[in-house]
Every structure is written in structure tokens, then in C-alpha cells.
């Protein structure tokens, strides 16, 4: 059965790091384009990181510079470095794996691309 999972959500203050990860079962990571997404309350879901299956990285101009994403292939795992943490990144948090359109068109997300795996969210909450 094929699971992703994401892990390492919680509460930050403004200025504050998190570092979440995402696991996966049943698939290979490193065979795919996977992505980091968020959706904060009332808000559509926007991309904001992707790394290919050859390792580029994209990121969302609102993400730039502060957040990374990385892939572990050893343990299968992907992250995404949270830092300089805005109230505004307050938002449930998702994984994605495969995500066919390619990256330029993750992180311009309007809910036409197609993604295969979806984790269950995790939440960030970044408080002032």
C-alpha cells in the first residue's frame, strides 16, 4: 500500500525554524518529482518547494531564501528547512510525490496539476 506521511509540524514563534519531513511507503522517492505544499484557512493550496528526480529545487518567491527542500534517499525521506518563520506561513502543510506537470508548474499550483500522493497535512502554527 503506498503512504506518504508528513511529520514535524507544530508551533514557532516569529523569527523561529521547523524542519518537516515526509516519509513514503510503497513508492521510491528518488524516481519522482515531489513537492512541499501548504493551505492555510480560506486560502487555496500553493506550491512552494519541488525538487526533481535529478535533484534541481524550485521554490515559490514567497518561500525564497527560507525555506529548503532536501531529499534523503537513503532513508526515502524528504524535508523541508523552515526558517525565518512569518505569521503568514501559519498553514497546514503537505508532501507530494509525483507530481507529473514538473516543478515549474508545482510551485504556480492553481489545483489543475495532476499529483499522484498526497500525505495527510501537517499544521504550523508561527505566532508574533
Known amino acids: 500500500q503506498v503512504q506518504v506521511m508528513e511529520s514535524g509540524g507544530g508551533s514557532v514563534q516569529v523569527g523561529g525554524s521547523l524542519r518537516l519531513s515526509c516519509t513514503g511507503t510503497g513508492l521510491t522517492f528518488d524516481d519522482m518529482t515531489m513537492g512541499w505544499f501548504r493551505q492555510a484557512p480560506g486560502k487555496e493550496r500553493e506550491g512552494l518547494a519541488c525538487?526533481?528526480?535529478?535533484?534541481?529545487?524550485y521554490y515559490a518567491e514567497s518561500v525564497k531564501g527560507r525555506f529548503t527542500i532536501s531529499r534523503d534517499s537513503a532513508k526515502n525521506m524528504l524535508h523541508l528547512q523552515m526558517n525565518s518563520l512569518k505569521p503568514e506561513d501559519t498553514a497546514v502543510y503537505y508532501c507530494?510525490?509525483?507530481?507529473?506537470?514538473?516543478?515549474?508548474?508545482?510551485?504556480?499550483?492553481?489545483?489543475?496539476?495532476?499529483?499522484?500522493?498526497w500525505g495527510q497535512g501537517t499544521q504550523v502554527t508561527v505566532s508574533s
Open positions: 507530494a510525490a509525483e507530481i507529473l506537470e514538473g516543478c515549474s508548474a508545482a510551485i504556480r499550483y492553481t489545483g489543475d496539476q495532476t499529483v499522484n500522493y
Open positions: 525538487i526533481t528526480d535529478s535533484g534541481y529545487t
